[in-house]
């Protein structure tokens, strides 16, 4: 029902234009509204007073009637005519002319006159009577025709006591006595018209007052409310459209204009951060190209110092080689009297060069992989081989500071196919950064096992000092070392762990660590078994070669 009601009322908006709502249909709704109620208020008043005036020139003429009729007595009565037909009891017609007046005389024939007289004039008369009230007028309808019913009390008065005493010729009254009643009935034809006319006259007022209004609101609606907004919503679209040079013109010396001008203000502002986020864009493109500029020429140096460390690092190689090989052959050969002390000598140069060729060594891969340049041995080889050579390279080490070394590779591992050289390098590196740091009756622990299908993870964990979380994310950086002091215990240059890294991404894999500062460290590799096309690493400038 609800439903049904609202769906009516929606298509009585559609078809006013009122819905969907706009402003102009708001305002359209509330003056409407306001003009009603303002006219039905306005057009009550004359309409009951006019009714009132109408029911009042009745009463006038009945009063009138009533007042002819006592003159009328009391000039009898001066006439000296002893007999008064006025007032006589009968209830006749007081005279012939004036049939619609009927006297009733409040005494033992009081009954019968009221009998003669029409229904509504009885009841008039007896409420009158009861009610003890002066006067009432009633309207009534006989023969299709309006009358007006007048009738009103007589009580005796002192005039009337100077013949109706005890002593006098007429009945004798006492005094305010009730006499009796008038009644006067009169057409009343002509009120039917006049308060139809009258009805008439307001209801075309109030149609003249309320299209004025209406005219009146539209025009107010129109040019002081909708207009403005109208060149407002304008002006909006044109903004957002881009057009930020367009101002308002709104001229009203009110709301609107102030409200235009905070518009206005607002373009100005946009206008001029507009301006400031293009001159700030502007100038970070310059610095964008200054710093592409300086990018490049950075990479070139990059390629330049690498290409350096490559070079000087193969120089390196050649005559430390030559240091090495003649300082073994001092070992061999040393004889005479200081012999063990130059034998002690030899070998100090051989372990130190040994040092310095390695690092050499680190450098060169480094500088390789960096430019592209390291190669790739493919070849077939078992993950627990290569963890058990790996052992027993550092046996000596691991014996000499009684540290415990635990392997543990899980069955399920495949053959697998990748450079095993390159594994070995990171694992070698894992292992003697383990030893180096693990203290004396450490244990170490190396952990194979897959990932998924296709990954492994080889892992060394040790129980040494642990580094800081501070210093952990910089360490897989080159030349960074979690002790960078010139009073660090352990020796090393801090390229080992960088390396590892490149070597790596070289093989398809990553590295990780996890490790807690005085428990211990824990450094993996992860790389695929198989490393072919689909994971080879993207291909950097130079891709590296395959020796398969
Ligand atoms: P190097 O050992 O030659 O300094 P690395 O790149 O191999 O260079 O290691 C970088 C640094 O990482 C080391 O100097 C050391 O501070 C820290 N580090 C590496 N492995 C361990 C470990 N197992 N325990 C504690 N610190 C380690």
């Known amino acids: ?34 003009i009603a109620l303002v006219l039905l208020l306005a057009l009550t008043i004359p309409y009951i007073w006019m009714n009132q005036l109408t029911k009042q020139s009745y009463l006038d003429a009945g009063r009138a009637r009533s007042d002819s009729l006592l003159a009328n007595h009391f000039q009898t009565i001066q006439s000296g005519k002893t007999n008064l037909p006025v007032l006589s009891p009968a209830g006749t017609p007081l005279e012939p002319n004036e049939k619609d007046i009927v006297w009733i005389r409040f005494d033992k024939d009081y009954e019968s006159e009221l009998a003669a007289l029409p229904q509504e004039q009885k009841e008039l008369v007896e409420s009158l009577r009861r009610q003890q009230i002066d006067e009432a007028l009633n309207f009534t309808v006989q023969d299709n025709k309006l009358y007006s019913d007048y009738s009103r009390l007589f009580r005796a008065k002192d005039s009337c006591m100077r013949c109706h005493n005890p002593q006098g010729l007429a009945t004798p009254f006492s005094q305010n006595q009730i006499i009796g009643t008038a009644v006067i009935r009169l057409p ?47 002006l909006a679209n044109n903004v957002a459209e881009g057009n930020l040079d367009i101002r308002s013109s709104i001229n009203t010396k009110d709301e609107y204009e102030r409200l235009a001008e905070s518009f206005n203000h607002m373009l100005d502002y946009l206008q001029t951060t507009q301006q400031k986020l293009r001159d700030a864009n502007k100038q970070l493109d310059d610095k964008i190209v200054e710093l592409s500029e300086r990018n490049i020429e950075l990479f070139k140096a990059n390629k330049v110092k690498g290409e350096f460390l490559a070079n000087m690092s193969h120089e390196f190689r050649t005559p430390l080689n030559a240091i090495l090989g003649f300082a073994e052959i ?43 340049k390291m190669q790739l041995h493919i070849e077939r080889g078992s993950v627990l081989d290569l963890c058990d050579s790996l052992i027993a390279s550092f046996s000596v080490l691991t014996k000499n500071k009684k540290i415990k070394v635990k392997l543990t590779v899980d069955e399920n591992i495949p053959p697998i196919f990748t450079d095993i050289g390159k594994i070995r390098q990171i694992l070698f590196n894992y292992m003697s950064n383990a030893v180096k740091f693990t203290p004396e009756r450490g244990r170490i622990e190396i952990k194979a096992s897959m990932l998924d299908d296709k990954a492994l993870r080889i ?12 210093d952990q994310p910089k360490l897989f950086q080159k030349f960074r070392q979690a002790d960078g002091s010139i009073t660090r215990q352990t020796a090393g240059t801090g390229l080992g762990l960088a390396l590892s890294k490149e070597l790596a991404t070289l093989l398809a894999g990553s590295v990780g660590m ?35």
């Open 1 to 34: 029902m609800f439903e049904k009601l609202n769906k009516i009322w929606q298509k009585i908006l559609v078809v006013l234009h009122l819905s969907p709502f706009s402003l102009a249909g708001k305002v359209r709704i509330a003056f409407g509204a306001a």
């Open 188 to 234: 009343a034809d002509q009120m039917a018209r006049t308060i139809f006319l009258n009805r008439l006259w307001i209801f075309f007022a109030g149609l003249i007052a309320a299209s004025g209004a209406i005219i009146a609101f539209y025009w107010i609606t129109q040019r002081v409310i909708l207009r403005p907004i109208r060149q407002l919503r304008a």
């Open 330 to 372: 001092l070992r061999e050969k040393s004889s005479g009297p200081n012999k063990d002390k130059s034998r002690r000598y030899s070998e100090n140069i051989i372990t130190a060069g040994k040092n310095l060729l390695a690092m050499v060594n680190d450098l060169l891969d480094l500088a390789k992989t960096e430019a592209g």
């Open 459 to 470: 892992a060394v964990s040790d129980t040494g000092c642990g580094i800081e979380p501070a």
């Open 514 to 548: 996890q490790s807690e500062l005085n428990k211990g460290s824990t450094f993996w590799l992860d790389i695929p078994i198989t490393i072919g096309r689909e994971e080879a690493p993207p291909a950097p400038e130079n891709p590296p070669q395959m020796n398969q």
